[in-house]
């Protein structure tokens, strides 16, 4: 059986029947387990970053630089070592592209044709065509990389002072450009997005497939029952952010089971009932997660699984944050015990803890936490280089 995530590989196991009911534990280990968060993880390579990245099936950006970008934290929670660097390089080695999928997203490269229907879509109905749009294709073509601001200079324009949550006449008409796959998206060092020639990002082999809508749905259905292990329609619809009736017909292709203490149907792959009995050792793995972690983004998969509730309070006024600014949840052998905010301070190079939330804490024989989360924080500071 191959690894999956860089979890080690487990035994072959063949059941005679396949499980017609899991508890909701069994649910919670599988999705530890296939999200590469069930062993203490051993990989430390880019290509092996490669294989989480591709299990996983996208990875959420986000601009938040607290402790260190969110899709950074994403590959250090499942891996021995990540370097940020890294990440750089898919992009410039041609491994992933963004795509506003599951929010704004990084995916693997391969995926490309998959995502024809939904830049066609946005093409046709969100896009009113403009000289300023062919303007700006041929700069591009002209120039081979342009940022916005770039790309104002080139065209003469004038550079108009916009909140940062407000993009300027250029950035709106380049960013439909990308949605509508007429251009690619790059990022620097820095992770300012830099707009580029599509056939220079995506390779011609893939440029030349075409897949259908029914192809793309299918595909991502799989991969999100694939990605959790066991899940309901609604955590299926919300890995890619589809519609329900949009997955109910691809249901089919699943095993359906019933999980105790929830009427709500489950959905899993038949081979994955293989995986459970392997799965009764503890999990060994312990870490914080980003509040944007695949294991987590469906809250109410995250409070139904894991009897946790969770929310990012960023844009939350303070006086009113019971987690804080950027809390990140506290993962220790399989229960999110709580959640700990952080803030890097770059230039003394320490990490300063704002709020640590522990869970029940009144608990009768509540575990003592402290050792393992400042085990946690040292692999935090090592990876920061403080």
């Keep these: 059986m191959?690894?999956?995530?860089?979890?080690?590989?487990?035994?072959?196991?063949?059941?005679?029947?396949?499980?017609?009911t899991l508890t909701k534990h069994q649910v919670q280990r599988l999705a530890l387990y296939k999200q590469g968060l069930y062993h203490t993880p051993t990989a430390s390579t880019p290509e092996e970053a490669l294989t989480i990245f591709q299990n996983l099936g996208c990875v959420q950006l986000d601009t938040l630089n607290?402790?260190?970008?969110?899709?950074?934290?994403?590959?250090?929670?499942?891996?021995?070592?990540f370097q940020t660097d890294w990440f750089h390089q898919f992009y410039e080695q041609h491994h992933m592209f963004e795509h506003y999928l599951h929010a704004l997203s990084v995916l693997p490269?391969?995926?490309?044709?998959?995502?024809?229907?939904?830049?066609?879509?946005?093409?046709?109905?969100?896009?009113?065509?403009?000289?300023?749009?062919?303007?700006?294709?041929?700069?591009?073509?002209?120039?081979?990389?342009?940022t916005g601001q770039q790309a104002a200079r080139v065209l003469e324009l004038p550079q108009t002072q916009k909140d940062t949550w407000q993009l300027s006449p250029v950035r709106r008409a380049l960013d439909q450009l990308w949605r509508s796959g007429e251009i690619g998206a790059l990022r620097d060092t820095k992770f300012h997005k830099v707009y580029c020639r599509l056939q220079d990002q995506v390779p011609s082999n893939l440029l030349n497939q075409t897949q259908t809508t029914a192809d793309t749905i299918h595909r991502y259905v799989h991969?999100?029952?694939?990605?959790?292990?066991?899940?309901?329609?609604?955590?299926?619809?919300?890995?890619?952010?589809?519609?329900?009736q949009t997955v109910r017909p691809h249901l089919t292709d699943f095993q359906q089971v019933q999980v105790a203490g929830d009427s709500e149907?489950?959905?899993?792959?038949?081979?994955?009932?293989?995986?459970?009995?392997?799965?009764?050792?503890?999990?060994?793995?312990?870490?914080?997660?980003?509040?944007?972690?695949?294991?987590?983004?469906?809250?109410?998969?995250?409070?139904?699984?894991?009897?946790?509730?969770?929310?990012l309070e960023s844009y939350v006024p303070e006086a009113k944050r019971q987690f804080g600014y950027f809390a990140l949840p506290i993962l220790i052998r399989g229960s999110i015990v709580g959640t700990i905010d952080l803030k890097a301070d770059r230039k003394k190079k320490t990490i300063n803890i704002n709020k640590l939330v522990i869970f029940d804490p009144q608990k009768q024989n509540h575990p003592n936490y402290q050792p393992e989360i400042e085990t946690i924080l040292h692999r935090l500071t090592q990876f920061l280089g403080f």
């Design 2 to 20: 191959c690894p999956q995530n860089g979890n080690p590989p487990l035994k072959e196991h063949k059941g005679e029947d396949f499980l017609h």
């Design 66 to 81: 607290v402790v260190t970008r969110s899709q950074h934290l994403i590959f250090w929670s499942r891996m021995q070592e």
């Design 109 to 146: 490269m391969q995926e490309h044709p998959y995502m024809q229907p939904f830049l066609r879509h946005f093409q046709e109905t969100r896009v009113e065509r403009t000289p300023l749009h062919d303007q700006l294709l041929q700069a591009i073509e002209q120039h081979g990389t342009l």
């Design 223 to 244: 991969k999100a029952v694939s990605a959790m292990g066991a899940a309901t329609e609604s955590d299926i619809a919300d890995y890619f952010r589809f519609k329900r």
């Design 265 to 311: 149907p489950y959905y899993m792959l038949p081979e994955d009932a293989e995986l459970l009995p392997q799965l009764e050792d503890e999990p060994t793995h312990s870490t914080f997660l980003s509040p944007f972690d695949n294991l987590i983004w469906h809250r109410p998969r995250l409070e139904k699984i894991f009897d946790t509730h969770f929310r």
